[in-house]
């Protein structure tokens, strides 16, 4: 079945166009922004079809071509084609619709952090092929795109990828397909590489003898530390943090401290804050500095966080290897907590742990999100343990895609 003039009025979180049929919605692969199309249906849901785009009838007037040469192929990005004032719209679209849908709540508008829109990323992931080489998966599929930079890399990880191609090519060459992945994270002029691997003995031992003295950081994961170390060293407005080789950390090094300075406005002074999913404990050492608790299930984040913490000089903290569900209202009471911090999975807050917080006497929430379905999903949540959006506002951390990150806060009645 196929439909024409089909017009493109958003885009998904996944890059499939938004688009109107007579009869139902569609979502539509390829489609781009602001254009007409005809579209071919290769799905039909009871309230929305998947579908395809054939062809252009009228291009979109904020369609550009993509300054990447992979783009068309490649699964990283998914807006790259249209201008950067057009996605920062979308993405301020993106999560007015989910307030509205999913909390019942209208606003006008919102305001939005604007980043560097190229060479932003400290991190990227890429799959290795049998032969060594670096590549992205293309667009919704297992197949592989080779590619020789990545425009959203940070400028010295475009710089080195040659070289470490180099290193991938040689270890797949003399075992094939030993190097599955590989994640390149960068800080300053430190390059640690990170290699998912099958487990193959001579092949490690190759590793470590040719490559013990390496420029790069090297781990291979679960099997340990061929040179360097198995972290890195970054810094967020005065405060230093030892990242690890699996710690979270943001993405985008200079709209960090945007994302912490809005956090840090919302939080005002003198609190006591716990931070649940506190991983290494960069954002909330960043954002309130001492007086602080935070809840971490990763065990080895929670070294970290201690060893930050001690880096940092602190001298009234606490970190818990718990899970968040571990937190209630003795606690809550015990340790005195003013204002807790969240910045969960994509998955978003477990309902019954809103309920449980409902129950404290929590005054304030500063939740941050990298998924606004999410999100809207739990301040009406927290509305119905009897709280309210405050404040909110966003930061594009992740220019040439429909991710962005969210802040919003939220208070007691």
């Known amino acids: 079945m196929k439909y024409t003039d089909i017009k493109i009025t958003d885009i998904l979180q996944d890059g499939r166009g938004v688009g109107k049929t007579p009869d139902k919605i569609a979502f539509i692969e390829k489609a781009t922004f602001g254009e007409i199309c005809e579209i071919e249906i290769i799905n039909e849901n009871k309230n929305f079809y998947e579908a395809k785009k054939i062809k252009t009838i009228k291009e979109s007037p904020v369609q550009r071509q993509a300054p990447c040469p992979y783009y068309y192929e490649c699964g990283a990005c998914t807006i790259m084609d249209i201008t950067y004032n057009a996605q920062i719209q979308l993405k301020k679209n993106l999560i007015l619709s989910a307030l509205k849908k999913t909390a019942n709540i209208e606003l006008e508008d919102i305001e939005i952090i604007e980043s560097e829109n190229l060479h932003y990323r400290n991190k990227i992931r890429l799959q290795v092929t049998k032969e060594g080489k670096l590549a992205y998966n293309k667009i919704g599929s297992n197949d592989l795109v080779e590619i020789k930079d990545c425009l959203?890399?940070?400028?010295?990880?475009?710089?080195?990828?040659?070289?470490?191609?180099?290193?991938?090519?040689?270890?797949?060459?003399?075992?094939?397909?030993?190097?599955k992945e590989i994640t390149i994270r960068t800080y300053s002029k430190e390059i640690m590489l990170n290699l998912e691997s099958e487990k193959n003995d001579k092949a490690l031992a190759y590793i470590r003898e040719k490559y013990a003295s390496s420029k790069y950081s090297i781990n291979i994961i679960g099997q340990g530390n061929i040179s360097g170390k198995d972290y890195l060293e970054y810094?967020?407005?005065?405060?230093?943090?030892?990242?690890?080789?699996?710690?979270?950390?943001?993405?985008?090094?200079?709209?960090?401290?945007?994302?912490?300075?809005?956090?840090?406005?919302?939080?005002?002074?003198?609190?006591?804050?716990?931070?649940?999913?506190?991983?290494?404990?960069?954002?909330?050492?960043?954002?309130?500095?001492?007086?602080?608790?935070?809840?971490?299930?990763?065990?080895?984040?929670?070294?970290?966080?201690?060893?930050?913490?001690?880096?940092?000089?602190l001298?009234?903290?606490?970190?818990?290897?718990?899970?968040?569900?571990?937190?209630?209202?003795?606690?809550?009471k015990n340790e005195k907590i003013d204002t807790i911090i969240v910045d969960p999975p994509r998955a978003g807050l477990d309902k019954a742990l809103i309920k449980s917080i409902g129950k404290t006497s929590t005054k304030e929430i500063i939740y941050i999100s990298c998924n606004p379905q999410t999100l809207a999903r739990d301040i009406k949540r927290f509305i119905n343990e009897g709280y309210k959006l405050e404040k909110i506002k966003a930061v594009d951390m992740f220019p040439q895609t429909m991710h962005v990150e969210a802040i919003a806060l939220i208070q007691k009645i």
Do not use: H, M, W
Request: proline share 2%.
């Open 315 to 332: 001298d009234n903290f606490k970190f818990l290897a718990k899970n968040a569900k571990y937190i209630d209202e003795n606690f809550i």
């Open 152 to 179: 959203l890399a940070r400028k010295i990880i475009s710089v080195n990828l040659p070289e470490i191609e180099e290193i991938t090519k040689d270890i797949n060459n003399k075992y094939p397909s030993f190097i």
């Open 235 to 313: 810094q967020i407005f005065d405060k230093k943090f030892r990242i690890s080789l699996n710690d979270f950390y943001q993405v985008n090094d200079k709209q960090i401290q945007n994302l912490y300075q809005t956090a840090r406005d919302f939080l005002g002074e003198n609190k006591r804050v716990l931070d649940l999913y506190c991983g290494s404990a960069t954002s909330s050492i960043a954002i309130n500095g001492d007086n602080l608790v935070g809840v971490e299930i990763n065990k080895n984040a929670i070294k970290d966080a201690k060893i930050n913490a001690e880096i940092n000089d």
